[in-house]
């Protein structure tokens, strides 16, 4: 079963580009980021779900 993806393409997208790496995205597809990279991107969405959520309060 293939898991389901919790971050849009499209936030992907902005962040790889924010953090620099979307040219080896663009080349190699998803799967030629480096782990580090991927766990920055991880890292970034949830700093920006934290700046969200403390906006709404």
Do not use: C, P, T
């Not at 480096?34 to 920006?48: L, S």
Request: proline share 0%.
């Amino acid at each position: 079963m293939a898991r389901k993806g919790v971050m849009s393409d499209q936030l992907k997208v902005e962040i790889a580009k924010e953090l620099g790496f979307y040219d080896v995205v663009q080349k190699e597809g998803w799967g030629g980021i480096r782990a580090r990279d991927a766990g920055n991107m991880v890292k970034h969405a949830i700093e920006m779900a934290s700046r969200q959520a403390e906006e709404k309060k």
